[in-house]
C-alpha cells in the first residue's frame, strides 16, 4: 500500500517545476496520467543534448532530462486544441483527485480547463496551478524559467566567487522548490478536502518560491539592512566554507564556539580557542580572512583524506567536494537508496534519482520507468473513458491522440 492510493492525477505540465510535482505524487502512489501534445510531447523530451541511449549504445532524439522528472507516470497523447480532444480530457478531469497545470495564467480559461470552470463540474478537485508569477500581480502574464527567476529574485547576487558578476545555482533550484512548493500545497488542499468534502486551488509561483529560499538573506535585508555578499564564506559563521589542502579541497562548516574549539586543538593551535579575535563565533566573523588564512596554512601540510578522517573523529562537520561521477558509489547516498533503476526494453537501464521522502508504513514504491511518449494512450482511453478499440482508432486516424 502507498500513501496516496486511489488518488488519480491529471498532469498536463512540461518542462521542470510541474512534472517534479507529478512525480512525486506518483512516488507517493497516485496515478498520474500525463497530458501531452500528438508526436511533440513534453517541451523538455527535446532539450538536450545529452541524450538517452538504446541498448546498443546509439543515442536516441530524448533527452535525459525528461528521465529526471517523470517516472511512475502513464503518458497519454491528446490534442485538446480540437473539440473531441478537449471532450476527452474533460471526462478525464471529471473524475480525477487532482489536475496539475503550469500554463501561463488565463491561457487554459479559453478552452474551458480553468479552475473556476473545472470546479463546478468537480468540486472535489484540487487544482495545482504551477506558474512563473503566480496568479495576481503585475507579472502574472509573464513566462518564467528558472535562470530568469533565480536573477530576479536575488539568488545570482549571492551565489558564486566575490567579483566574478552575477553566477545561477548550477542546478535549476527554483523548478525544485516550486515542484516541491507544489506538492506542499497539493497535500495540504487533500487533507482539507477529506474533512470538508471541498477541493480547492493551489497557487503556485516559482518566483514567490525562489523569495522564499533566500532565508538568511532576505531575513538579513528586510530586518537589518545589510546585504550578504557572494562567498563560499558563511555570512555570519566561522569557520565555514572551503579549505585547501594538500591534494585538492574540503568544506568545514562549523556553527558554534565549541567545534571551533576542537578544530583548533586538531591543528595544534589550541591557543585560538582563548584568542580575543577568534574565541566567540562574532570575533571570528569579524577577523574571517585572517582565521581561514592560518588555518589554510596549516591544512595544505595534510591530503584532504587525512583531514577529513581526524574531522569526523572530532564530530566536525566536513566533508569532501565530490564531483557528480563521485555519487555513484558513494556509501551513503547507496545506503539511502538514492539511486533508482528501472529496465527499459528500449533503453535498456535508466537511472533516476531517488525520492528522499522515508515513509515508515507507506514506502516510495517505484512503479513506472519515466514514460515513451503516448505510451499508455490506448490503455488509459480504455480503461478509464471506456473508449473501443475503434473508437481509438478513429481519434488516431483524425489526429486526436
Not at 485538446?80 to 496539475?100: N, T
Not at 501561463?104 to 478537485?125: C, E, F, T, W
Not at 495576481?136 to 566575490?162: C, N, W
Not at 534519482?353 to 515513509?359: M, Q
Amino acid at each position: 500500500m502507498s500513501a496516496l492510493d486511489g488518488t488519480r492525477v491529471i498532469d498536463l505540465t512540461r518542462v521542470i517545476a510541474g512534472p517534479l510535482a507529478g512525480q512525486i505524487l506518483a512516488d507517493l502512489g497516485a496515478d498520474v496520467i500525463k497530458i501531452e501534445r500528438p508526436i511533440a510531447g513534453d517541451d523538455v523530451r527535446h532539450l538536450g543534448p545529452p541524450w538517452m541511449k538504446d541498448i546498443n549504445g546509439n543515442e536516441l532524439k530524448e533527452s535525459t532530462y525528461y528521465s529526471a522528472v517523470n517516472r511512475g507516470k502513464r503518458s497519454i497523447t491528446l490534442d485538446f486544441s480540437k473539440a473531441e480532444g478537449l471532450k476527452l480530457l474533460k471526462r478525464l478531469i471529471a473524475d480525477a483527485d487532482i489536475l496539475l497545470e503550469n500554463f501561463r495564467p488565463g491561457v487554459l480559461a479559453k478552452y474551458g480547463l480553468d479552475y473556476d470552470a473545472i470546479s463546478r463540474d468537480n468540486k472535489k478537485i484540487i487544482y495545482c496551478s504551477v506558474s512563473g508569477f503566480g496568479h495576481s500581480g503585475p507579472y502574472m502574464e509573464r513566462p518564467g524559467y528558472d535562470f530568469l527567476i533565480q536573477g530576479m529574485a536575488g539568488v545570482m547576487s549571492v551565489t558564486g566567487k566575490p567579483g566574478a558578476g552575477p553566477t545561477r545555482a548550477g542546478i535549476p533550484i527554483a523548478d525544485y522548490s516550486a515542484g516541491l512548493t507544489a506538492v506542499i500545497g497539493v497535500l495540504s488542499a487533500l487533507n482539507h478536502r477529506n474533512v470538508s468534502g471541498k477541493g480547492q486551488m493551489v497557487d503556485v509561483a516559482l518566483f514567490d518560491c525562489q523569495v522564499s529560499m533566500m532565508l538568511n538573506v532576505f531575513s538579513a535585508w528586510f530586518n537589518a539592512k545589510k546585504s550578504i555578499a557572494q562567498s563560499n564564506d558563511h555570512p555570519s559563521a566561522c569557520p565555514h566554507g572551503v579549505f585547501p589542502t594538500k591534494d585538492g579541497n574540503i568544506i568545514i562548516a562549523t556553527m558554534n564556539d565549541a567545534q571551533f574549539t576542537r578544530i583548533a586543538k586538531i591543528l595544534g593551535k589550541p591557543e585560538w580557542a582563548n584568542d580575543v579575535r577568534f574565541a566567540k563565533n562574532g570575533g571570528r566573523v569579524e577577523h574571517q580572512t585572517e582565521l581561514i588564512g592560518k588555518m589554510s596554512q596549516i591544512m595544505r601540510e595534510q591530503p584532504s583524506e587525512y583531514w577529513l578522517n581526524v574531522l569526523a573523529h572530532a564530530n566536525i562537520p566536513s566533508g569532501p567536494i565530490n564531483k557528480i561521477e563521485d555519487l555513484e558509489k558513494d556509501s551513503q547516498l547507496l545506503a539511502r537508496e538514492m539511486i533508482v533503476e528501472f529496465n527499459d526494453s528500449e533503453k535498456g537501464s535508466i537511472k533516476t534519482a531517488g525520492n528522499p521522502i522515508k515513509l515508515s508504513d507507506t514506502p516510495i514504491q517505484y512503479t513506472l520507468p519515466p514514460p515513451r511518449l503516448g505510451a499508455h494512450t490506448e490503455s488509459v482511453l480504455a480503461e478509464i473513458l471506456n473508449l473501443s478499440a475503434a473508437e481509438i482508432a478513429a481519434l488516431r486516424v483524425k489526429s486526436v491522440i
